[in-house]
T-cell receptor
Framework: DQQVKQNSPSLSVQEGRISILNCDYTNSMFDYFLWYKKYPAEGPTFLISISSIKDKNEDGRFTVFLNKSAKHLSLHIVPSQPGDSAVYFCAASVWGGSEKLVFGKGTKLTVNP | KAGVTQTPRYLIKTRGQQVTLSCSPISGHRSVSWYQQTPGQGLQFLFEYFSETQRNKGNFPGRFSGRQFSNSRSEMNVSTLELGDSALYLC????????????FGEGSRLTVL
């Protein structure tokens, strides 16, 4: 039973264009969502987060949107750069619970020069 | 500031053996979590420690155990290894609990033959 789903295993975009990575969740108890990025042979790195009281959070080129009614969130990267090529994981948790994150299986983003 | 350090980075064991993995968190971080990453299941939460106490445990059999020491360093142990235990084991630390913003190590790659 996958509570956090990233339905696109891979995504390829051109440098300078927008990258949109999607994530769906099923557990309505989740109220805190995060994106992590992972390069080969490295551990995941925290990218950006959003709590359920917001519907948007921005940090530089990265914006996360949350649609609670649809149980859907997305990560927008604008403009995309070749250095953004990595695997992106969506994660969710119950705020105030613990560091127990439920991860999606990841989307491999390739940004072509 | 040094990152999360995991040892050993790679190890090979045979079925039935046991293994101990070590994690040194970032200095000042008191929360340590462990995750298992496999191609089929993705990243799955194992357990979380704070101030030497286990705060939460994932859905893994009792063969998986862990502990945290007074200096926040943590170890996890897997006894009676099975082929399916082959995975990348990731340790993550955070300054406080309930942040979700974890700092991951590079992982310990376990192969069970």
């Amino acid at each position: 039973d996958q509570q956090v789903k990233q339905n696109s295993p891979s995504l390829s975009v051109q440098e300078g264009r927008i990258s949109i990575l999607n994530c769906d969740y099923t557990n309505s108890m989740f109220d805190y969502f995060l994106w992590y990025k992972k390069y080969p042979a490295e551990g995941p790195t925290f990218l950006i987060s959003i709590s359920s009281i917001k519907d948007k959070n921005e940090d530089g080129r990265f914006t996360v949107f949350l649609n609670k009614s649809a149980k859907h969130l997305s990560l927008h990267i604008v403009p995309s750069q070749p250095g953004d090529s990595a695997v992106y994981f969506c994660a969710a948790s119950v705020w105030g619970g613990s560091e127990k994150l439920v991860f999606g299986k990841g989307t491999k983003l390739t940004v072509n020069p | 500031k040094a990152g999360v350090t995991q040892t050993p980075r790679y190890l090979i064991k045979t079925r039935g053996q046991q293994v101990t993995l070590s994690c040194s968190p970032i200095s000042g971080h008191r929360s340590v979590s462990w995750y298992q990453q496999t191609p089929g299941q993705g990243l799955q939460f194992l357990f979380e420690y704070f101030s030497e106490t286990q705060r939460n445990k994932g859905n893994f059999p009792g063969r998986f155990s862990g502990r945290q020491f007074s200096n926040s360093r943590s170890e996890m142990n897997v006894s009676t290894l099975e082929l399916g235990d082959s995975a990348l084991y990731l340790c993550a630390s955070s300054f406080a609990v309930n942040t979700g913003e974890l700092f991951f190590g590079e992982g310990s790659r376990l192969t069970v033959l």
